[in-house]
């Protein structure tokens, strides 16, 4: 009978890392010009603050860090109003765009971690909706949602982010 012995092998380090981003606030600023009543070309520049959150995992070890990432885009489409005889003014606007994305840093498990997110040109869409605040003024609330295509690269590791931008604010028409 012969009998073999096998050392057992080390077990592999198990490395898992995780960046996803958390709500965020910002402001932005659009002008339009109204080629007939029913189009208009809009360009607008937004700065947003979102929370990027990098969970770093090896073998039982694990921890969560938190860091601020900022987009600042710039966006131009044409307005297509959906409802021009009517006082609620009904937008949709595709849109394409630059955006310049922040970089962010972390230290978890003694490790230090500097994620560099290369700038990228962007599409989207928006649906709007422009209500008159009164008969003979020309301020309008303006509320709407814009979904932004946003894959940032950093490296071996690729941010997708995707934001659905929900505003609110005040609209002029001049």
Do not use: C
Not at 48 to 75: A, K
Not at 82 to 100: N, V
Request: aromatic share 12%; glycine share 10%; hydrophobic share 40%.
């Amino acid at each position: 009978m012969v009998m073999r012995s096998q050392a057992a092998a080390p077990p592999a380090i198990q490395e898992r890392t995780k960046f996803t981003t958390d709500n965020g606030q910002g402001l932005e600023a659009a002008l339009e010009y109204h080629v007939n009543d029913r189009v208009g070309i809009e360009g607008r520049v937004s700065h947003t603050r979102f929370e990027g959150i990098f969970t770093f995992d090896i073998d039982d070890n694990w921890e969560m860090g938190d860091d601020d990432l900022t987009v600042t885009s710039l966006t131009v489409g044409p307005d297509f109003h959906l409802t021009p005889t009517s006082r609620l003014d009904l937008f949709l606007t595709p849109f394409l765009g630059y955006a310049k994305v922040g970089d962010l840093n972390y230290t978890l498990l003694g490790r230090s971690f500097n994620l560099d997110l290369d700038d990228q040109f962007t599409w989207g869409l928006a649906l709007g909706l422009d209500v008159p605040l009164g008969e003979a003024t020309p301020w309008n609330l303006s509320f709407s949602a814009r979904y932004m295509d946003l894959e940032a690269d950093a490296g071996t590791h690729t941010v997708g982010m995707d934001p659905l931008f929900i505003g609110a604010g005040f609209a002029y028409d001049f």
